[in-house]
Nanobody
Framework: QVQLVESGGGLVQAGSSLRLSCVASGRTHSSIIMAWFRQAPGKEREFVAG???????AYADSVRGRFTISRDNGIRTLYLEMNSLTPEDTATYFCAAAILGYGSAAVPRFAKDYDIWGQGTQVTVSS
C-alpha cells in the first residue's frame, strides 16, 4: 500500500512562491501516476497538475505557466512549484496517486480516478 504525505503549505502574500512536496512510501509501481488537486471551502476538489509514468505532464488552465510539477523518483517525492500566487489559489492541496498500468500514459483529471490520497496541506494567499 502506498502512503502519501504532503508538506510545504503556508500563508503567503499575493505574488509570492511556494513549493509543495509529497513523499510516497510503501510499495509503489513504475506505472504510478501522481497528481496535485486542490479544494477551496465550499468548492469541489479540482485537478491542478499531474505527471504520468511516461514523464508527460498536464496542467489545469488556471495554473499553466505559473505552476510546475516535477518528480524525483530517487527519493520518491513529487513537487509542485507555485509562482505568482493569487488569492484564488487559496485551498487545501492534496497529493494523489493512481496505478493504472501501462495501457495509457494520459494523466486523469478527475479525483474519482485516483485511489491514493495524502492528508492535504493548506495554502493561503493574502491580497
Amino acid at each position: 500500500q502506498v502512503q502519501l504525505v504532503e508538506s510545504g503549505g503556508g500563508l503567503v502574500q499575493a505574488g509570492s512562491s511556494l513549493r509543495l512536496s509529497c513523499v510516497a512510501s510503501g510499495r509503489t509501481h513504475s506505472s504510478i501516476i501522481m497528481a496535485w488537486f486542490r479544494q477551496a471551502p465550499g468548492k469541489e476538489r479540482e485537478f491542478v497538475a499531474g505527471e504520468s509514468w511516461s514523464g508527460g505532464r498536464a496542467y489545469a488552465d488556471s495554473v499553466r505557466g505559473r505552476f510546475t510539477i516535477s518528480r524525483d523518483n530517487g527519493i520518491r517525492t513529487l513537487y509542485l512549484e507555485m509562482n505568482s500566487l493569487t488569492p484564488e489559489d487559496t485551498a487545501t492541496y492534496f497529493c494523489a496517486a493512481a496505478i493504472l498500468g501501462y495501457g495509457s500514459a494520459a494523466v486523469p483529471r478527475f479525483a474519482k480516478d485516483y485511489d491514493i490520497w495524502g492528508q492535504g496541506t493548506q495554502v493561503t494567499v493574502s491580497s
